[in-house]
């Protein structure tokens, strides 16, 4: 049995955790709303290297490894990043927004016979 390639899990506070290749990428409530309500792509972004300063200051890099946006037949909501394409349905995309799941398998999103990725 193969695993999943990542996953959508539903965090505290209304949160969404994007699990890919053993990087996590959270979205706020506030980028799911942009995201379903207006159709517009959100940023993926991961806390890179953190460094601990004399003075006991913790500073992280942010990293924007790619983006996650509705597909353009509105059945689909596709997750891009530098580990490749994936995609979700909508409507178990929506379930683990609204807490009716805990989480929902993102599959392998594999080019057509033209090299054009549907």
Do not use: N, W
């Not at 983006?67 to 929506?94: K, M, N, Q």
């Amino acid at each position: 049995m193969q695993t999943e390639p990542g996953t959508i899990a539903r965090g505290r506070g209304g949160t969404l955790s994007i699990t890919i290749a053993e990087e996590t990428y959270p979205l706020t409530r506030d980028d799911t709303h942009t995201l379903l309500t207006y159709g517009q792509s959100v940023p993926l972004a991961r806390i890179g290297d953190r460094d601990v300063r004399p003075d006991k200051a913790i500073f992280g890099t942010t990293v924007i490894d790619g983006h996650i946006t509705v597909h353009t037949s509105g059945r689909a909501v596709l997750v891009v990043t530098r580990t490749g394409l994936f995609s979700v349905p909508l409507a178990s995309f929506r379930q683990v927004v609204r807490g009716e799941a805990v989480s929902a398998p993102l599959f392998p999103v594999m080019p057509d016979i033209m090299g054009c990725f549907v």
